[in-house]
């Protein structure tokens, strides 16, 4: 019943936000009028939505380093999954974006792109981690590492605040934005993804669940 819910809502906020993106909202943005500007309306919730899959991992990796359930490590090697996915599309959308918007495809010298970078990296390694780990003990070290790494989050997601920016503009609380982004068409492509993403992972729990019944059905035939 509640899949259902998420899906179906899922499907019609995405529709609702695809057709005000291309039919309300406005292509100029920081003074140049283009269609790639409209990425903004999933950029951002994809950036907002990677924090919230990997905060997923840190709450997930700290439940089963305390209670060692078997739920709570496939929790958060899903939301690591998700928010590894996330972290690349919000970094392959910023740069489309400024390509046009900034005229360059990276800059070294911006600090919130340097950092999510790094988180992106970090967040590869959980995933190798991850992988290379078996069945019991030896997975509490993607456990520790999923805690461990999240230290990072929060510091990308600040860093536009605690230091000056190439080109990231804080857009929340800041009046003085010049994204010329239009909170309502925001609001409804966020819930749009994060229902997704709600159904998702929940999917990718589920198929953790089917490969835990394999592997045991494997290990009783031995």
Same mark, same amino acid.
């Given at each position: 019943?509640?899949?259902?819910?998420?899906?179906?809502?899922?499907?019609?906020?995405?529709?609702?936000?695809?057709?005000?993106?291309?039919?309300?909202?406005?292509?100029?943005?920081?003074?140049?009028?283009?269609?790639? +500007?409209?990425? $903004?309306?999933?950029?951002?919730? /994809?950036? *907002? =939505?990677? @924090?919230?899959?990997?905060?997923? %991992?840190?709450?997930?990796?700290?439940?089963?380093?305390?209670?060692?359930?078997?739920?709570? +490590?496939?929790? $958060?090697?899903?939301?690591?999954? /998700?928010? *590894? =996915?996330? @972290?690349?599309?919000?970094?392959? %959308?910023?740069?489309?974006?400024?390509?046009?918007?900034?005229?360059?495809?990276?800059?070294?010298?911006?600090?919130?792109?340097?950092?999510?970078?790094?988180?992106? =990296?970090?967040?590869?390694?959980?995933?190798?981690?991850?992988?290379?780990?078996?069945?019991?003990?030896?997975?509490?070290?993607?456990?520790?590492?999923?805690?461990?790494?999240?230290?990072?989050?929060?510091?990308?997601?600040?860093?536009?605040?605690?230091?000056?920016?190439?080109?990231?503009?804080?857009?929340?609380?800041?009046?003085?934005?010049?994204?010329?982004?239009?909170?309502?068409?925001?609001?409804?492509?966020?819930?749009?993804?994060?229902?997704?993403?709600?159904?998702?992972?929940?999917?990718?729990?589920?198929?953790?669940?089917?490969?835990?019944?394999?592997?045991?059905?494997?290990?009783?035939?031995?």
């Amino acid at each position: 019943m509640w899949s259902r819910i998420v899906r179906w809502g899922a499907f019609a906020f995405g529709l609702a936000s695809l057709a005000l993106i291309f039919s309300v909202a406005s292509r100029t943005m920081y003074g140049i009028e283009h269609g790639i +500007n409209l990425i $903004a309306y999933w950029h951002i919730p /994809l950036a *907002f =939505l990677t @924090a919230s899959a990997l905060s997923t %991992t840190f709450i997930g990796s700290l439940l089963y380093l305390r209670y060692d359930g078997r739920f709570w +490590n496939r929790l $958060a090697h899903s939301g690591g999954e /998700l928010g *590894f =996915l996330f @972290a690349t599309l919000t970094l392959a %959308t910023g740069s489309m974006w400024g390509r046009v918007v900034w005229n360059s495809w990276w800059e070294w010298s911006d600090i919130r792109l340097v950092t999510f970078l790094i988180v992106w =990296l970090i967040y590869a390694g959980y995933l190798a981690v991850y992988a290379s780990t078996e069945r019991g003990s030896d997975e509490r070290f993607a456990a520790v590492y999923g805690v461990v790494a999240f230290v990072t989050v929060p510091i990308t997601y600040t860093a536009g605040r605690l230091w000056s920016p190439t080109f990231h503009e804080p857009t929340i609380a800041n009046s003085s934005v010049s994204a010329n982004i239009d909170p309502m068409i925001l609001g409804i492509s966020f819930f749009a993804l994060a229902l997704l993403y709600i159904y998702v992972l929940a999917i990718r729990i589920r198929l953790h669940e089917i490969e835990d019944k394999i592997t045991l059905q494997k290990e009783e035939v031995r």
